[in-house]
């Protein structure tokens, strides 16, 4: 505790620098939101400078966090506003603060009866918006490039973190995804959309939590979204910062880190109902001071999501009930030399019951039939460590995690004439290894850079089984071994006051190594070759006028060929597949990025042509394969647009339209007809209100959104050109907040709509035409929560 650093009857002094600070020079801050008494020794270790904190108030005013390059001075204005705190510096860099008086009322006016108190989180300036998933201190006022953020305070996150995915998918119309279940779908950015069926290929977008790697080759972990701080997305191939697989671009989380000196709680607890079935969702949020320069978070939750899916064949109710269980805790330790060292766990447990496709002939029935139960279960693991230094000159950011992600998929296998039930069972077990060191920084001339390198190696197992259930044979195993290595770097130099030009590339080396075997034995697979590839990046940016900016932008991206098993019996053999890349030109522009902006909003068009496009399919029978698409276009327009009308009140309106057409090759597997690229959706948008009026000292929010999603094909021959999409879905909800706790109802889908997401839920009858994944019918939640 911070307490333990003073001697009795003299005042608290922390973070004493050995180079004394220099008031003029801009210092790279990075103070996390928590009492102030811990941001102001946080602030005093980065800076360099000394600060009396003996004052006892500082512990009970909370402050709202610092992050950007800012002065000494500049720094402790902005940490300190609205604190009722100044501050005075005097001789060897010591910060001396002072409580600022009241104001006096105007004589000869009677002063108005003022409400009572805003918590402290009301009165604190708006946090300067910084795009970390660019690997720099860049704002949002300088990125060249489409993105989007969606912040979550700490109330928010706990009452809407049960969602997951589902959450970033209805707030952020740009994204697209499958709809097979929780924790077995695959999440598309910007139109980048290679197949609706899962596989072995790797994803088209990279998805982080914090510094550490999510994924390589497996379907979106679906993590619970409780104590994220934010969430961003970024558009467009990534490939110069982020490597192989970042076609489509980037989806980061930011996870609240452990705030030293202060414990800490908070739980939530809710009831759902689903067309008439219960569930619910439990949290416990928790902050842990381990000394003085030490904290732990801890994170655990339980999710029971209602079924929906009755099973006519078998006589059963409510058949796709799906259970998720998850705790994250991380452990932050900080040195008085700029130094930190932050280090945890993620682990979440997914399982599903039952698919949630149903193929009733009727549109609006909620049945089925299956002559076995197709359950789900999803087991995520993850490690990291990440180590974080000032060094003066630029931030040193080097982080290694390691993944075990366990994949069990079930399907009826069942052939209408079969005399007994046919299963179909897939596991699938991924292994990554990640390692990336960067350091960034900016100088006179160079206004932002970031230099790094980093190494990846994933390793992914698939063995399938198929038969009767009590006589099931091994029909294939694929053993997909992947080494990605590289080094990469990007600069922003400004050419005149509003003009700056980004630059960077990434040269990278790959290697994959791939096993098969068979009911007939191994098959021989081609020797391994070494792939280098590099990836440039370009940007022309222009700022009219103060929180406006203009930008061009010219991007790249690949993913490593594949290896595939094809022919039968005796006569099987592997086919390799060149590599597929994406390049982007991109126009944009956004308005509105100063704080308190009343309007703000942006415009972009992006052109991406994708070459020897890969997917993952399924032959009509039903069984997995790889084929090459043939080349893409892409052609993809968005727009947002915020207006807070008043301090209490805001719209949001947020829409797409895209346009892809798809050249498929003579002579390879397709034929040789043009089409759209799967589960890409020709349009779509959102528009979202919020009104947060205060009464008395209680907070209350009201939040209602109504969004549109276009027509998309879930593949691009027949019979797979089945249509889905072209629906509405609207979602209201309250709460309210009493301080230390709070109370909220949600209503989704409210119009309890049985439209069809997806036309897809099991390979080896989807090709009948009948299957249809329909939305959650209206659920209705009512929730606690509390901070301790």
């Not at 910060?95 to 009301?122: S, Y």
């Not at 630059?503 to 070494?530: I, V």
């Not at 009493?738 to 997401?757: H, K, Y």
Request: with cysteine; aromatic share 8%.
């Amino acid at each position: 505790m911070i307490g333990r650093l003073s001697l009795v009857g003299a005042p608290i002094v922390c973070a004493a620098a050995v180079v004394p600070a220099q008031a003029a020079q801009k210092i790279a801050l990075d103070v996390r939101p928590g009492p102030l008494n811990v941001a102001l020794v946080s602030f005093a270790v980065q800076a360099g400078v000394s600060v009396d904190t003996s004052d006892p108030a500082l512990r009970t005013v909370q402050s709202s966090g610092l992050r950007g390059r800012f002065t000494v001075r500049e720094g402790l204005r902005r940490l300190l506003r609205g604190t009722g705190f100044g501050f005075r510096i005097s001789r060897g860099d010591v910060v001396k603060l002072f409580r600022e008086p009241a104001r006096r009322a105007t004589p000869g006016r009677r002063k108005p009866p003022q409400p009572e108190a805003l918590p402290p989180q009301a009165e604190l300036p708006p946090e300067e918006v910084i795009v970390t998933a660019s690997k720099q201190d860049i704002t949002r006022e300088d990125y060249p490039g489409a993105f989007h953020s969606a912040p979550f305070d700490e109330a928010e996150s706990l009452h809407s973190g049960s969602r997951g995915s589902e959450l970033l998918l209805r707030d952020l119309p740009n994204l697209a995804s499958t709809n097979l279940g929780s924790g077995r779908n695959k999440i598309f950015v910007r139109g980048i959309a290679d197949s609706s069926f899962n596989g072995q290929l790797q994803s088209t977008i990279s998805q982080y939590f914090g510094e550490s790697r999510l994924t390589y080759s497996a379907p979106d972990p679906d993590l619970a979204l409780y104590d994220i701080r934010k969430v961003e997305v970024v558009e467009g191939p990534q490939g110069t910062l982020y490597g192989a697989g970042s076609l489509g671009g980037v989806i980061h989380i930011v996870p609240r880190a452990p705030v030293l000196g202060a414990f800490q709680a908070r739980g939530t607890a809710a009831l759902a109902v689903t067309d008439g079935k219960w569930g619910g969702d439990a949290a416990l949020v928790a902050n842990i001071p381990i000394g003085a320069r030490a904290a732990a978070r801890i994170v655990g939750y339980r999710i029971i999501r209602p079924g929906y899916i009755d099973d006519a064949e078998r006589g059963l109710s409510d058949v796709n009930r799906t259970s998720v269980v998850g705790v994250r805790t991380t452990v932050r330790m900080a040195f008085s030399d700029g130094l930190s060292i932050e280090a945890g766990i993620v682990s979440q447990d997914t399982g599903s019951s039952d698919g949630q496709y149903t193929d009733a002939p009727h549109a609006s029935a909620l049945t089925r039939r299956s002559a076995l139960a197709q359950p789900f279960d999803n087991d995520y693991r993850l490690g990291f460590a990440t180590v974080r230094s000032d060094l003066g000159f630029g931030k040193l950011v080097s982080n290694t995690s390691y993944i075990y992600h366990s994949i069990n998929t079930v399907f009826d296998a069942t052939p209408a004439t079969a005399p007994v039930p046919i299963l179909f069972h897939e596991d699938m077990e991924v292994r990554l290894l990640s390692h990336e060191t960067r350091i960034s920084g900016s100088t006179r001339w160079i206004s932002n850079w970031v230099s790094g390198l980093s190494i990846a190696h994933n390793v992914t197992r698939i063995d399938r089984v198929l038969g009767p259930v009590d006589a099931l044979a091994a029909i294939s195993k694929v053993r997909s071994e992947t080494l990605d290595a590289a080094v990469f770097g990007e600069a922003t130099l400004p050419l005149w006051h509003t003009v700056s030009i980004t630059g960077g590339g990434r040269l990278s080396l790959f290697e994959r190594f791939d096993d098969f075997a068979t009911a007939r034995g191994e098959a021989a697979a081609e020797p391994a070759r070494p792939l280098i590839r590099f990836l440039p990046t370009a940007a022309l940016s222009f700022k009219p006028r103060k929180g406006m900016i203009g930008y061009l932008r010219y991007q790249e991206g690949f993913r490593p060929g594949a290896q595939q098993l094809t022919g039968s019996g005796d006569q099987t053999e592997v086919t390799s597949f060149r590599p597929d890349g994406v390049r982007t030109a991109e126009i944009g522009m956004r308005f509105g990025n100063a704080a308190n902006a009343r309007l703000s909003g942006g415009l972009s068009y992006a052109y991406s042509r994708w070459d020897r496009v890969q997917a993952d399919l399924v032959t009509d029978a039903g069984f997995p394969y790889v084929a090459n698409l043939g080349t893409a276009q892409i052609h993809y327009v968005s727009a947002n647009l915020v207006w807070l009308a008043a301090s209490n009140f805001s719209l949001e309106l947020s829409a797409f339209n895209t346009t892809s057409k798809l050249d498929r090759s003579i002579g390879e597997d397709q034929a040789d007809a043009e089409g759209n690229l799967p589960n890409v959706a020709d349009s779509g948008g959102r528009l979202t209100a919020r009104f947060e009026p205060w009464i008395a000292n209680r907070k209350l929010t009201l939040e209602g959104s109504v969004g549109y999603t276009g027509t998309s094909y879930l593949g691009v021959r027949a019979p797979f050109d089945l249509a889905q999409g072209d629906y509405l879905d609207a979602a209201i909800g309250a709460r309210a907040d009493f301080g230390r706790w709070g109370l909220s109802v949600d209503v989704e889908n409210l119009m309890d709509s049985r439209a069809n997401r997806f036309s897809y839920g099991n390979p080896f009858s989807v090709a009948e035409g009948n299957q249809r994944t329909p939305l959650r019918p209206r659920t209705v939640r009512i929730g606690i929560n509390a901070g301790f």
